[in-house]
C-alpha cells in the first residue's frame, strides 16, 4: 500500500508540472514590434488567373499580431475569391479568378501592441479580349515561344539575310471528290530569316482565313491543308516569298469533282462531248434567263431570331430562311454593330438549303449588340438585324461546391431585406443574431461556438474572439472564421485549463457588442482506473470487504520496531559468490516503518551488486558478485514514529588471486624472455646519446627538371633523430609553403620529404627545407624547374554558353552582397531546457533562433561563464536557426551552467540552461588485488622504457 501511494503521488506531481507548463505558455507575452523579413512581390496576370502574395513576419509566436490586408487603401472584402492566410511568421493573400478591377496597390499591415509595420506590391491584371487567345497547351506554347526566341537571336547575331528565296521542292497538283481533304506543300530557302514573307493565293487573290483552312511555315516547310473541299475551291493555289532581296513564286493546280455527277467516266463520244462543252461556255456568257438564274432578290421567309438575353459564358444561336432557293449567285454575309464579323474559333457560321445560322461559343459581356445577316445577289439584296444583351456574370463563380453552406449562407439572407448597396449607404451599429451556447466537455473533445452577426457586408467590421478578458491564443487548436454575417471559433481538442468564459466581440465605425458563453472541461486521469475485468475485479473488493471486517486487524496497535529473528552470519564465501542476510520484523503493517541497511557503520549505497528487501515483516539483504572488502559488520536498522530497533551480523569474503600468473603458452613465454633480452643487451649502446644543433646529413636531393602534371620528390636526413623539440618547416620561393591534397611532407627518425603532386607552372621555384630546435637550427635548398605545356586550349568552345556563365555569376555576387546585410538583431524564438540526467547518458540542449540566413551571425557556447571546448564527447550544430548541443557520456565534471550567446552587427541574444548529472554509486577505484596491480606496474614500466631506448636505437 505504501509503494502504491508513493507512486500515485508522483503522477499527481507530474499532472500539476504538466498544467503549469500549459498556463505557462499561455501567459507568453511578446517584447517587440513587428517586422517585415520578406516583401510580397509584385505580379502580372491575365483575367481569370489566380495571384499569390506572401511574406514573412516577426515575431513568429506573438498571441495580440493582427493582420490586415487593404487595396489601394481600402480593407479587403474577404470572399469566395479572397483568402488570407498566416501561419507561424508565414502571410499570403490567395485571388484566385483574378478580374480587371482587381488591379492596383495591395498592403499588408501587421499590428501588436509595441508597433505596427506595413509593406506593399502591386497587381497588374490583363483583360481578354473578344476573342479567346490563351492557348490551350501551356507546355506546347512555352516551347514554340523558347524556339522563336532562339531563332531571333540566331538572327540577330547572325545579322540580315544574304540570299532571296528559292523554293528547293515545289507543289504537286491534286485533284480530289467533294469533302475530301486537300494538302498542298513546299520547301523553301532560306530558313531563318525573320523578314521572311510567305502568302497563298487562290486564281491571284489572297486567301481569306477560314476554319477550312489551315497553313503552316516551320523551318522552310510551307504548307496549306482544306479540311474539306468543295467544287468552288477548284483553281491553281500559289505560294509567294518574299524578303528584302526579291520573291519568288510557285504554283500547282486543284480539281475538285463533284459528288453528284457520280463517278467520273471518259464520254462514249468524244465529239458530243466537245460540242456539249461548247455550248455550255457559250451558255455562261448568255444572259442568265433561265431556270438556274435566280427568279427575284432575296428576301428572308423566316426573319433573324434566337435568344436575346443571355448570361456570360452561355452560348448564343441565331437562324433565319432565305429566298431564293437554290441561287448559285447568292451571297451571305454577318455584320456586328455594323462591322463584319470576326474571325475566330467562337463564330461559327453556316448556310446550307436556304437556312443561315450563327453560333458563338463562351459569349462574353462585349459580344452584346445588333447582329446583322445580308444576303445579296445579282438582282438585288436583303438585311435581317436582331439585338443581344449579354448579363456579365462580374467573375462570381456561381455554381457552389458545398450544397450545404449556400443553403444557410440563403438562409441569412433572407432575414436582411436590404439590398447591398442600402446596406453601404447606411450601416448600422453590429448586433448579434443569437447568443452563443454553453458547453460542458470532456478532456480531448473538440468545442465549437456559432453565431450570426449583421451587418453583413460592412468593410469596417472587426471581430475578436476574448477567453476571460484576453484574446484568444493563436495555435493550431484554435480557429476562428468570419465570413458573409457567420462568425464561429472551434477548439481542435480541449484541454482543463481552457474552461473558462469566451466573448466574441464585433465593433465597427458605428459602435460595438458582445456575446459570451463558458465552456467547462473535465480533465481525465492520468492513470487508466477502468478494469479489463469486471468479474475478478468483483471478487477482489469482496475479498478486501471481508479484510476490513476482521476484527484482529480493526483492533491492530502500532507498535516500536522489534526484529523477531536475529540477523545470520556468512562466513568463508568465496570472492564472486552470493551472499544473503535476512531477519524478521514487526510491527507488520506500519506505513511509516523505515528500513536501512549499513555496513562498518556506514550507509550502503543501493546499486546494481545490493538489493534490499522489505516485505510484511520480512527484511533480507542480497549482495551479488562479492568482494573481499564487502567483509565486515553489517547492521539493519528499523526505525518509526514510537522508536528504532536495530539487528546486526558479519560477513567474511575470502579472497581469491586477480592475476594468473603461470604462462598458458610456454613456447611463447620462451620466445618474449629471449626477445627482451636482446633489448636489454643492446640497451647500453644509445643510452648516452646527446642532444646537438640539429644538422643535415645528406641535403635536399631529388629530380628538379620535371614537366607540368608530373611529380616531384625531395628529400634528406638530419640529426639529431631522438629530439623531440625538433621541428622542420618548408619555404617556397622565401614564402611558408601551404597545405594542400596536392602537397605532403614526412619527417620521420631522422627521414625528411616532400611530395608535390600534379605539377602546374607556379609551383616551380626555390624550396628550403629548415630544421631547428633549442640549441640552433639548419637550412637544405633546391631548385625546382618546370617546363609548361604549350598544348593546352584555353579557349571556349561554346562562347555563347561562356557569355550565359559570366552573366549568372555576375547575378550571383549581387544577391550574395545583397545576403550579408541584415537589419535584425539575433531572437532566440524557442529557449534551451534543463537537464537532469544519469551518468554516462546523453545530454541535448536545443534551441531555435532568427535570423536564418545572416552570414554574420556569430554562435558561441558557454559553460560556467567559460568558453566551452569541443570534442568528440562535445559536438555543437547551427543548421539554418537550429541550434544544438549535444554531450556524450556524461560526467560529474558536466555539471553546471551551459549558456549560448548569439551575436551579429546589430545586437546579441543570451539562452541558459543546466545539466545535472547523478553520479553512479558503488564504483571500486581501488584495486582488489595489490600484489597483482605491483606486478602490473612494473611490467608496464619496463616495457615503456625498453620501447623507449628501441626507437632511439633505430631513429
Known amino acids: 500500500m505504501s509503494e502504491s501511494r508513493t507512486e500515485m503521488s508522483q503522477f499527481q506531481s507530474l499532472e500539476t508540472k504538466k498544467t503549469s507548463g500549459r498556463a505557462e505558455?499561455?501567459?507568453?507575452?511578446?517584447?517587440?514590434?513587428?517586422?517585415?523579413?520578406?516583401?510580397?512581390?509584385?505580379?502580372?496576370?491575365?483575367?481569370?488567373?489566380?495571384?499569390?502574395?506572401?511574406?514573412?513576419?516577426?515575431?513568429?509566436?506573438?498571441?495580440?499580431?493582427?493582420?490586415?490586408?487593404?487595396?489601394?487603401?481600402?480593407?479587403?472584402?474577404?470572399?469566395?475569391?479572397?483568402?488570407?492566410?498566416?501561419?507561424?511568421?508565414?502571410?499570403?493573400?490567395?485571388?484566385?479568378?483574378?478580374?480587371?478591377?482587381?488591379?492596383?496597390?495591395?498592403?499588408?499591415?501587421?499590428?501588436?501592441?509595441l508597433g505596427q509595420a506595413v509593406c506593399?506590391?502591386?497587381?497588374?491584371?490583363?483583360?481578354n479580349q473578344t476573342i479567346v487567345?490563351?492557348?490551350?497547351?501551356?507546355?506546347?506554347?512555352?516551347?514554340?515561344?523558347?524556339?522563336?526566341?532562339?531563332?531571333?537571336?540566331?538572327?540577330?547575331?547572325?545579322?540580315?539575310?544574304?540570299?532571296?528565296?528559292?523554293?528547293?521542292?515545289?507543289?504537286?497538283?491534286?485533284?480530289?471528290?467533294?469533302?475530301?481533304?486537300?494538302?498542298?506543300?513546299?520547301?523553301?530557302?532560306?530558313?531563318?530569316?525573320?523578314?521572311?514573307?510567305?502568302?497563298?493565293?487562290?486564281?491571284?487573290?489572297?486567301?481569306?482565313?477560314?476554319?477550312?483552312?489551315?497553313?503552316?511555315?516551320?523551318?522552310?516547310?510551307?504548307?496549306?491543308?482544306?479540311?474539306?473541299?468543295?467544287?468552288?475551291?477548284?483553281?491553281?493555289?500559289?505560294?509567294?516569298?518574299l524578303n528584302a532581296l526579291g520573291e519568288a513564286i510557285v504554283s500547282a493546280n486543284l480539281k475538285v469533282n463533284s459528288g453528284k455527277g457520280g463517278a467520273d467516266m471518259e464520254g462514249m463520244h468524244g465529239e458530243a462531248m466537245q460540242k456539249i462543252a461548247y455550248l455550255e461556255r457559250n451558255k455562261a456568257k448568255m444572259d442568265i434567263n433561265e431556270e438556274d438564274a435566280p427568279q427575284h432578290a432575296p428576301q428572308f421567309v423566316a426573319q433573324l431570331q434566337g435568344k436575346t438575353q443571355l448570361l456570360e459564358?452561355?452560348?448564343?444561336?441565331?437562324?433565319?430562311?432565305?429566298?431564293?432557293?437554290?441561287?448559285s449567285t447568292l451571297k451571305v454575309e454577318w455584320f456586328h454593330n455594323g462591322k463584319p464579323l470576326p474571325f475566330g474559333n467562337r463564330w461559327r457560321t453556316s448556310y446550307d438549303f436556304g437556312f443561315a445560322a450563327l453560333d458563338i461559343l463562351g459569349c462574353y459581356a462585349e459580344d452584346s449588340g445588333k447582329y446583322t445577316i445580308k444576303a445579296t445577289n445579282i438582282l438585288g439584296a436583303a438585311e435581317s438585324s436582331v439585338n443581344i444583351s449579354i448579363a456579365t456574370g462580374k467573375g462570381l463563380l456561381l455554381d457552389t461546391d458545398h450544397q450545404d453552406a449556400l443553403n444557410k449562407i440563403k438562409y441569412l439572407e433572407s432575414k436582411h431585406q436590404k439590398t447591398a448597396e442600402e446596406e453601404l449607404s447606411a450601416p448600422e451599429k453590429p448586433q448579434f443574431g443569437r447568443q452563443l451556447k454553453n458547453?460542458?466537455?470532456?478532456?480531448?473533445?473538440?468545442?465549437?461556438?456559432?453565431?450570426?452577426?449583421?451587418?453583413?457586408?460592412?468593410?469596417?467590421?472587426?471581430?475578436?474572439?476574448?477567453?476571460?478578458?484576453?484574446?484568444?491564443?493563436?495555435?493550431?487548436?484554435?480557429?476562428?472564421?468570419?465570413?458573409?454575417?457567420?462568425?464561429?471559433l472551434d477548439i481542435l481538442y480541449a484541454y482543463?485549463?481552457?474552461?473558462?468564459?469566451?466573448?466574441?466581440?464585433?465593433?465597427?465605425?458605428?459602435?460595438?457588442?458582445?456575446?459570451?458563453?463558458?465552456?467547462?472541461?473535465?480533465?481525465?486521469?492520468?492513470?487508466?482506473?477502468?478494469?479489463m475485468d469486471k468479474d475478478r475485479l468483483s471478487q477482489l473488493r469482496n475479498l478486501e470487504q471481508r479484510e476490513r471486517t476482521r476484527p484482529e486487524d480493526a483492533d491492530a496497535v502500532i507498535t516500536k520496531p522489534v526484529f523477531t529473528t536475529p540477523l545470520n552470519n556468512v562466513d568463508g564465501a568465496m570472492e564472486g559468490a552470493h551472499v544473503h542476510l535476512e531477519c524478521r520484523l514487526e510491527p507488520v503493517n506500519d506505513p511509516n516503518l523505515n528500513v536501512e541497511w549499513f555496513v562498518n557503520s556506514k550507509a550502503i549505497k543501493i546499486g546494481s551488486r545490493f538489493r534490499t528487501t522489505h516485505d510484511f515483516g520480512y527484511v533480507a539483504l542480497d549482495v551479488l558478485q562479492a568482494y573481499a572488502e564487502d567483509s565486515g559488520t553489517y547492521m539493519c536498522k528499523a526505525t518509526n514514529k514510537l522508536g528504532e530497533a536495530v539487528n546486526t551480523g558479519s560477513v567474511t569474503v575470502a579472497a581469491r588471486k586477480g592475476l594468473l600468473l603461470d604462462s598458458q603458452h610456454p613456447e611463447g613465454w620462451e620466445k618474449m624472455r629471449e626477445l627482451e633480452s636482446r633489448r636489454k643487451g643492446g640497451r647500453l649502446e644509445v643510452e648516452e646519446t646527446a642532444i646537438t644543433a640539429p644538422k643535415f646529413v645528406t641535403q635536399l636531393q631529388g629530380v628538379t627538371a620535371l614537366s607540368e602534371g608530373q611529380t616531384a620528390h625531395f628529400e634528406a636526413q638530419i640529426e639529431?633523430?631522438?629530439?623531440?623539440?625538433?621541428?622542420?618547416?618548408?619555404?617556397?620561393?622565401?614564402?611558408?609553403?601551404?597545405?594542400?591534397?596536392?602537397?605532403?611532407?614526412?619527417?620521420?627518425?631522422?627521414?625528411?620529404?616532400?611530395?608535390?603532386?600534379?605539377?602546374?607552372?607556379?609551383?616551380?621555384?626555390?624550396?628550403?627545407?629548415?630544421?631547428?630546435?633549442?640549441?640552433?637550427?639548419?637550412?637544405?635548398?633546391?631548385?625546382?624547374?618546370?617546363?609548361?605545356?604549350?598544348?593546352?586550349?584555353?579557349?571556349?568552345?561554346?562562347?555563347?554558353?561562356?557569355?550565359?556563365?559570366?552573366?549568372?555569376?555576375?547575378?550571383?555576387?549581387?544577391?550574395?552582397?545583397?545576403?550579408?546585410?541584415?537589419?535584425?538583431?539575433?531572437?532566440?524564438?524557442?529557449?534551451?531546457?534543463?537537464?537532469?540526467?544519469?551518468?554516462?547518458?546523453?545530454?541535448?540542449?536545443?534551441?531555435?533562433?532568427?535570423?536564418?540566413?545572416?552570414?554574420?551571425?556569430?554562435?558561441?557556447?558557454?559553460?560556467?561563464?567559460?568558453?566551452?571546448?569541443?570534442?568528440?564527447?562535445?559536438?555543437?550544430?547551427?543548421?539554418?536557426?537550429?541550434?544544438?548541443?549535444?554531450?556524450?557520456?556524461?560526467?560529474?565534471?558536466?555539471?553546471?551552467?551551459?549558456?549560448?550567446?548569439?551575436?551579429?552587427?546589430?545586437?546579441?541574444?543570451?539562452?541558459?540552461?543546466?545539466i545535472t548529472v547523478h553520479a553512479k554509486g558503488s564504483l571500486l577505484l581501488d584495486s582488489q588485488h595489490p600484489e597483482g596491480m605491483k606486478k602490473i606496474t612494473a611490467l608496464e614500466t619496463r616495457v615503456a622504457r625498453q620501447q623507449s631506448e628501441q626507437e632511439a636505437t633505430f631513429g
Open 720 to 914: 639529431p633523430i631522438h629530439d623531440s623539440s625538433l621541428r622542420v618547416e618548408f619555404l617556397h620561393n622565401g614564402k611558408q609553403l601551404q597545405q594542400a591534397s596536392r602537397i605532403h611532407t614526412v619527417c620521420d627518425f631522422g627521414y625528411v620529404a616532400l611530395d608535390i603532386g600534379s605539377l602546374v607552372s607556379s609551383d616551380a621555384g626555390e624550396y628550403i627545407c629548415i630544421a631547428k630546435n633549442t640549441l640552433g637550427e639548419t637550412r637544405s635548398s633546391i631548385t625546382l624547374n618546370i617546363s609548361a605545356r604549350g598544348s593546352l586550349d584555353t579557349s571556349s568552345q561554346r562562347p555563347e554558353g561562356m557569355e550565359k556563365i559570366r552573366e549568372l555569376e555576375s547575378r550571383g555576387q549581387r544577391s550574395r552582397t545583397d545576403e550579408i546585410q541584415t537589419f535584425q538583431k539575433p531572437v532566440f524564438t524557442t529557449a534551451l531546457q534543463n537537464c537532469v540526467l544519469q551518468e554516462n547518458q546523453s545530454a541535448h540542449l536545443a534551441a531555435r533562433l532568427i535570423p536564418v540566413g545572416d552570414p554574420s551571425l556569430k554562435v558561441e557556447w558557454m559553460k560556467d561563464g567559460k568558453v566551452l571546448e569541443t570534442g568528440s564527447r562535445i559536438n555543437t550544430i547551427n543548421d539554418f536557426g537550429q541550434i544544438s548541443l549535444e554531450i556524450r557520456g556524461l560526467r560529474e565534471s558536466d555539471n553546471g551552467i551551459y549558456e549560448c550567446k548569439a551575436m551579429n552587427k546589430i545586437g546579441e541574444a543570451v539562452t541558459t540552461a543546466s
Open 313 to 327: 459564358g452561355q452560348n448564343g444561336h441565331l437562324e433565319c430562311r432565305i429566298d431564293p432557293y437554290p441561287d
Open 120 to 127: 506593399s506590391c502591386n497587381l497588374t491584371v490583363k483583360a
Open 439 to 488: 458547453l460542458n466537455l470532456e478532456e480531448g473533445q473538440p468545442a465549437h461556438f456559432e453565431s450570426t452577426l449583421t451587418p453583413v457586408n460592412d468593410a469596417s467590421m472587426r471581430v475578436e474572439w476574448m477567453f476571460n478578458g484576453k484574446p484568444v491564443p493563436q495555435g493550431h487548436r484554435f480557429r476562428t472564421t468570419y465570413d458573409f454575417g457567420f462568425v464561429a
Open 133 to 241: 487567345k490563351e492557348t490551350i497547351h501551356e507546355s506546347a506554347l512555352q516551347q514554340i515561344n523558347y524556339l522563336e526566341s532562339q531563332r531571333s537571336t540566331q538572327t540577330q547575331e547572325e545579322g540580315l539575310t544574304t540570299q532571296a528565296p528559292v523554293f528547293t521542292a515545289n507543289m504537286r497538283d491534286v485533284q480530289v471528290m467533294e469533302g475530301a481533304a486537300a494538302h498542298f506543300e513546299a520547301k523553301l530557302v532560306p530558313i531563318g530569316d525573320p523578314k521572311l514573307k510567305v502568302e497563298w493565293l487562290k486564281d491571284g487573290h489572297p486567301i481569306e482565313a477560314s476554319n477550312r483552312m489551315s497553313t503552316l511555315h516551320d523551318f522552310g516547310f510551307v504548307a496549306l491543308d482544306l479540311k474539306y473541299t468543295r467544287p468552288s475551291d477548284s483553281g491553281k493555289y500559289s505560294i509567294r516569298a
Open 25 to 113: 505558455f499561455v501567459e507568453e507575452t511578446t517584447t517587440q514590434a513587428p517586422v517585415f523579413t520578406t516583401s510580397p512581390k509584385s505580379v502580372e496576370v491575365k483575367e481569370g488567373q489566380k495571384a499569390h502574395f506572401e511574406a514573412r513576419i516577426i515575431p513568429v509566436s506573438d498571441p495580440t499580431l493582427k493582420i490586415e490586408w487593404f487595396l489601394n487603401g481600402q480593407p479587403i472584402k474577404l470572399g469566395s475569391r479572397f483568402r488570407e492566410g498566416h501561419d507561424f511568421g508565414f502571410v499570403s493573400l490567395d485571388i484566385s479568378h483574378v478580374l480587371p478591377e482587381d488591379a492596383g496597390q495591395y498592403s499588408c499591415r501587421a499590428t501588436n501592441n
Open 496 to 531: 482543463p485549463e481552457d474552461s473558462g468564459t469566451y466573448s466574441c466581440v464585433a465593433k465597427n465605425v458605428l459602435g460595438e457588442t458582445s456575446a459570451q458563453c463558458t465552456l467547462k472541461v473535465t480533465g481525465k486521469s492520468g492513470l487508466l482506473l477502468d478494469t
